[in-house]
């Protein structure tokens, strides 16, 4: 027990034990003050379940070398488009969600094949043009969503009849469908059953491509890409398939979070999407070459209960709001943390 203990900072590392305990001092607070413990639990998990498929599309990139995502907003448009074809075509319910995420898979197979392209011409710096990849899709994407050939009601602006408006509700369509699935009521906390077994069973399956011929492949050229080359694995073919693998879960990360939220938000609201997914994944544990379903679930966990957390209880203790500027420390000083450590990786 004694030894387990001792070794316990090195399992998890000195960051992720701060956050602990802060996320501990936090309910400590919370309980103090006469704060219902249950709604912030409940939630947390909410948050967690919205966000973990954002956050798992970090770990193919990372295991095949690419680095972090930071071009997630690529996949997340993607997985907008493919929702709203379904609330154009007033599709309701579980047939709304699963049409979406249909409609969009193609859209980021293709997608992702051609900035999977891109990056393999600029090997080495796949992390800051991927955010420049990003931030060039959403405001392209701006045009789109003016031009768009949509003429549902509740998608257009009611003057004109053109263009689509700059948030959309999905009561009408397929808003919380997995938050009300197997919904379970423990003890005055809340448990969204259905949401996070879909975020576990996506993480099942990630892991279970990562056995694969294919998954070992990519994982052998992102850590050795001379070493993969010579055992005749083609390391841009296995960057691509991280690539595009990753873009395919941003889509789907999109549509599990809009259908939580229950709203879709265009224009520029997806521009910083990708850097709260980037922070969970740093930390839960990753690194810049190595990343897992541990990490994914561990962070997702940490970074989502704090920030869940952080607003309630500031707000009763100092009557202020510091929400905002607790998740902007946590999720660049993570991000600067990452990116500052002194790994090297080299580079075929």
């Given at each position: 027990?004694?030894?387990?203990?001792?070794?316990?900072?090195?399992?998890?590392?000195?960051?992720?034990?701060?956050?602990?305990?802060?996320?501990?001092?936090?309910?400590?607070?919370?309980?103090?003050?006469?704060?219902?413990?249950?709604?912030?639990?409940?939630?947390?998990?909410?948050?967690?379940?919205?966000?973990?498929?954002?956050?798992?599309?970090?770990?193919?990139?990372?295991?095949?070398?690419?680095?972090?995502?930071?071009?997630?907003?690529?996949?997340?448009?993607?997985?907008?488009?493919?929702?709203?074809?379904?609330?154009?075509?007033?599709?309701?319910?579980?047939?709304?969600?699963?049409?979406?995420?249909?409609?969009?898979?193609?859209?980021?197979?293709?997608?992702?094949?051609?900035?999977?392209?891109?990056?393999?011409?600029?090997?080495?710096?796949?992390?800051?043009?991927?955010t420049y990849v990003?931030?060039?899709?959403?405001?392209?994407?701006?045009?789109?969503?003016?031009?768009?050939?949509?003429?549902?009601?509740?998608?257009?602006?009611?003057?004109?009849?053109?263009?689509?408006?700059?948030?959309?509700?999905?009561?009408?369509?397929?808003?919380?469908?997995?938050?009300?699935?197997?919904?379970?009521?423990?003890?005055?906390?809340?448990?969204?059953?259905?949401?996070?077994?879909?975020?576990?069973?996506?993480?099942?399956?990630?892991?279970?491509?990562?056995?694969?011929?294919?998954?070992?492949?990519?994982?052998?050229?992102?850590?050795?890409?001379?070493?993969?080359?010579a055992a005749g694995?083609?390391?841009?073919?296995?960057?691509?398939?991280?690539?595009?693998?990753?873009?395919?879960?941003?889509?789907?990360?999109?549509?599990?979070?809009?259908?939580?939220?229950?709203?879709?938000?265009?224009?520029?609201?997806?521009?910083?999407?990708?850097?709260?997914?980037?922070?969970?994944?740093?930390?839960?544990?990753?690194?810049?070459?190595?990343?897992?379903?541990?990490?994914?679930?561990?962070?997702?966990?940490?970074?989502?209960?704090?920030?869940?957390?952080?607003?309630?209880?500031?707000?009763?203790?100092?009557?202020?709001?510091?929400?905002?500027?607790?998740?902007?420390?946590?999720?660049?000083?993570?991000?600067?943390?990452?990116?500052?450590?002194?790994?090297?990786?080299?580079?075929?």
């Amino acid at each position: 027990m004694t030894k387990g203990l001792q070794e316990l900072p090195a399992k998890l590392g000195v960051p992720r034990l701060i956050i602990i305990g802060f996320l501990v001092f936090i309910f400590a607070i919370a309980f103090i003050t006469g704060l219902p413990i249950g709604p912030l639990v409940s939630a947390s998990l909410i948050r967690i379940g919205m966000n973990g498929v954002l956050v798992l599309a970090m770990v193919p990139t990372i295991s095949a070398g690419v680095g972090l995502n930071f071009g997630l907003p690529v996949g997340i448009l993607c997985g907008l488009v493919g929702a709203l074809i379904s609330m154009q075509l007033n599709l309701q319910g579980f047939a709304g969600f699963w049409s979406a995420i249909a409609f969009s898979l193609p859209l980021a197979i293709v997608a992702g094949w051609g900035y999977a392209l891109l990056l393999n011409r600029v090997k080495g710096q796949e992390m800051m043009v991927g955010t420049y990849v990003g931030f060039s899709s959403v405001a392209f994407m701006c045009i789109f969503w003016l031009l768009a050939p949509f003429d549902n009601p509740e998608l257009v602006w009611a003057i004109g009849g053109r263009g689509l408006r700059s948030t959309l509700t999905l009561d009408n369509h397929f808003g919380k469908v997995l938050n009300k699935l197997f919904l379970v009521s423990l003890g005055g906390v809340e448990v969204p059953v259905g949401l996070l077994a879909f975020f576990g069973l996506l993480c099942l399956l990630v892991h279970l491509v990562f056995r694969t011929k294919l998954g070992l492949a990519v994982k052998a050229a992102g850590s050795n890409p001379r070493f993969a080359e010579a055992a005749g694995i083609k390391p841009d073919k296995t960057r691509q398939v991280g690539v595009i693998l990753s873009t395919v879960l941003g889509a789907i990360g999109i549509v599990v979070y809009a259908q939580s939220y229950g709203f879709i938000q265009l224009y520029m609201a997806p521009l910083m999407m990708g850097f709260p997914a980037v922070a969970a994944i740093l930390i839960g544990g990753a690194s810049l070459q190595r990343a897992s379903i541990s990490h994914v679930v561990l962070g997702t966990f940490l970074f989502q209960t704090l920030l869940t957390t952080t607003l309630p209880v500031t707000s009763r203790v100092i009557q202020g709001d510091i929400s905002e500027v607790a998740r902007l420390i946590v999720s660049n000083g993570m991000i600067l943390y990452a990116l500052t450590r002194g790994e090297r990786r080299e580079i075929a």
